[in-house]
Each structure stands twice: as C-alpha cells, then as structure tokens.
C-alpha cells in the first residue's frame, strides 16, 4: 500500500487538529490482571522513551529482556520484553517501540506513567496507532474498518469476513471497479484522439457503453447484496407469542442459561431481552418479547409496543405458540415468520406450523436450532465472499451507481469530453471507500471506533 493515505496527509492531519507528529503511548492490551500487557509508543521520541525506561535500544524487531526503570529516581518498575521497530517499515509507519510487562493494573499504570512522563509523549487518543497507520500509507480505510471488525467479531464467520476485508479484498473488489472505469474512460479519450475517425469513435463509444453498463450492473448487485453488512450486526431474531407461550423458556434454552424471568403469570416479560448466540459460527442475535395481548397495566403496553418494534425489524420472527391452542400471528410485512407449537408434552400440535417443540422436554429444539444457523447463514454467508460491510460503503457505491446511470441515460447525446469527465468523476467517487479522496469527514468516526491502544 503506497499512495493513498500518504496524499491524504495533509487533509488528515490539519481537517481535525490530528497531529502525527507527537509520541503517543497507551496500552494496548485489554485493561485487567493478565499474565501480559502490551504497552506502544509511537512517534519521533519513542526512541528517546525507549532508552529512559528501558536502557539501550534493541536490535530491530528482536525481544530483549529489560529491567524498566523509573526515569525520575532510577527505581526498578518490572523487568519484561522491550521490542524496537524504526519506521517507516513499523505498524504505524512510525519509530514504535513495545514494551511487554507484567499485566496488572499497577505495573501497566507505573509504566504508562514513566512513557508518559519523556518530553514530547502523551496518552493516544482511541484507535490513534491504526490511523497513523492509515496516515502513514500502511493501510487503507476499507481494511482499518475491516481490523475494527475483527476486534469485534464474536464468531468464525464474522472473523473470517473481517479478515479478508482487514487484509485487502474489499480495497481490491473497487479497485477493481475503478480500473474497469478507467479503461472505459480510456475508450471515451482514445475517440477524442482520433476524433477526424468516426468508425474509430464510433465502436470505441460503444465498447465503453458495454463496459460501463456491465459494472453498472455489477455495483448495484453489491449494493443489493447486505449479507457481508448483516454479519457484522448478526442475523436477527425475534420470539414473539401470546403470553405464557413459553417465549422466556424458549430463550434460556436457546441461551442454554436463565436469562429471562420465567414464571406461570401471563404477562411476566415487558423489556426486550436479547442474547448473542454463535450458531456455528453464524451471529444470531435473539430477542425475548413480551406477551401480545390488550394489556390494561402501562408497564405492559410500553412491553407490547416494544416487542411488535422489535418483531418489524428482525429478519425471522418465531412466532411461538401453545401447541394445544395455536392463535394467528399478527401480520408483519417483509419479515419472515416461523410458527412453532411449543409444550407438545401436553398436547400435540393442531394445524400447520414449521416446528413442534417442548422447551421443557427438549423436544425438536435441536432441529430448531440447526434450521436457525442454517437460516442465518443464508441471510449472512459464511464470510467467505467479500462484500460491502458498512453504509458507508453503500452510499459511496450508490452515488457512482447513480452517477454511472446518469451517464448512460445520456449516452449518445453526450460528448466525448463531457463523457469522460462525468466517469472520471464516478472513479474518484469510488475512491471513498479505501479513503483514496474526501475522507476527513468520516476519519474521527472511524478511528475513534477503536479502544485506545490500537
Ligand atoms: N408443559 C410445558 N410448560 C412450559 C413449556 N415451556 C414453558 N412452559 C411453562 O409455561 C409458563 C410460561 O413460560 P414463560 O417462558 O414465562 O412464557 P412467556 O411466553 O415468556 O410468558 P410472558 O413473558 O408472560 O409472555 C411457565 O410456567 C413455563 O414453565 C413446555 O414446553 N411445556
Ligand atoms: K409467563
Ligand atoms: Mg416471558
């Protein structure tokens, strides 16, 4: 990765006070007591912390076990690992020294501070060392979004797409884009060159045509396809029933764990409860409702009105019911309903419904639960495919999208240098997604996403 971030310096550095040029130190592991914490130091005096804490620098990237001492007296903090890495070939393309202590409280907060305490050094704002990094040129936007996402991923599927995305695929997928663009631009440019040659023009036009209509086509499908966006969120479920239905039940079993109040009173759930499941490594997200009926307690009606917010905006609803009495579920539009008879220990299932369970036997829940992961994988993928991950990577490819239409739409009436501009202008849009322009706006989102440390 070369160019991108590194012309992007300068609007990232002065669009929002973001200033690469001093130390930043933080730890970078996860606060508690732990066997190792990692603390960073990144800038043009992490050589200078280095040696005041830890004694000479070490040979690049080799681990040297130290004693850290206190700059102000000379006391001994801990002794650990102490790793040099000189830029520009470092994480952050910065001089990044590491020093890996024991990892309790005190000893990481002793040492932070004697970091904290060499001239020109202070504590990193949140995800600070990724966008050095991106600052730096060593990643670009598209696979810092996809490192943010393999902090947060809960399950395989989730690591495995946001691997790919942290290591290129997406950046590849639009470069990809953007080359297509720019050899039909190229076709559009060739015909303003030979313009005295009208078959010339004339088939290089249309060839762009073709070109341009066919990645068209193929950005509306990425714009279409939510799978690899959904994984990050994971596949939504709602239970949903009358009360007593056994939707609590249900959920701590799904749970296996006593998430939810369960009691014979109708009535008894009024918050939505929700747990994060890893279905085979699938995300699914389950929400406990309360009961559906004309409540006359306040407590219960707010419940109710959550609980249909809720069921509108899952992709399945479970609609559970009492096998012995099955009742409608109310109408739901654009969201996929399951019926399921629950309790058929006490009496068997009437009428059409996709599941028949007893959350207190445990009958046909082991089904339910692999038509679960099997629905959410459709819904998700497996992670393996690279797709659009964010909204913000829908809007941009929705404004080329439009753009490119526009253009078609106009085709023939447009003249050559009018017509290459307006694709010219489409590629450039796309170089929103990997930040390669315009990105200083969405910059402090971005990274402030991270923890601080990383
Ligand atoms: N026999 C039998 N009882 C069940 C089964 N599942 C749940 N129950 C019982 O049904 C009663 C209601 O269960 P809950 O899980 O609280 O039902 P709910 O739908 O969450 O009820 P509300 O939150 O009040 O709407 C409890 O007494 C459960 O023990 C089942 O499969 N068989
Ligand atoms: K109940
Ligand atoms: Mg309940």
Redesign the pocket.
Known sequence: MSGPGRSLQNLATDGDGFKPRDTIAAVSTAPGKAAIAVIRISGPAACACLTTIAGAVPEPRRAVFRAFRNPRDGSLLDRGLALWFPGPASATGEDLAELHVHGGRAVTAAVLDAALSVAGVRLAEPGEFTRRAFVAGRMDLAEAEGLADLLAAETEAQRRQALLQSEGALSAVVERWRERLVAAMALIEAGIDFSDEEDVTHAARAEARREVEALAGDIAGAIADRRAERMREGFQVAIL??????????LNALAQREV??????????RDVLEVHLDLDGIPVTVA?T??LRDASDLAEQEGVRRAEARAAAADLVLW?DDAASPAEPPPLEAVRIWRIA?????ADATGAVDHR?????GEGLATLVATLAEAGREALGAGEDVGLTRARHRDAARAVHDQLAGALAGWDATPDELLAEQLRAAATELGRITGRIGVEDVLGAIFSSFCIGK
Not at 260 to 269: L, P, R
Not at 342 to 346: A, T
């Open positions: 029933g009358r009360p007593n239905a056994g939707k609590s039940s249900l939810a109040i369960v009691t014979e009173a109708a009535g008894t759930t406990d309360a009961g559970l629950n309790k058929i220990d006490l369970i007893s959350v207190r036997t």
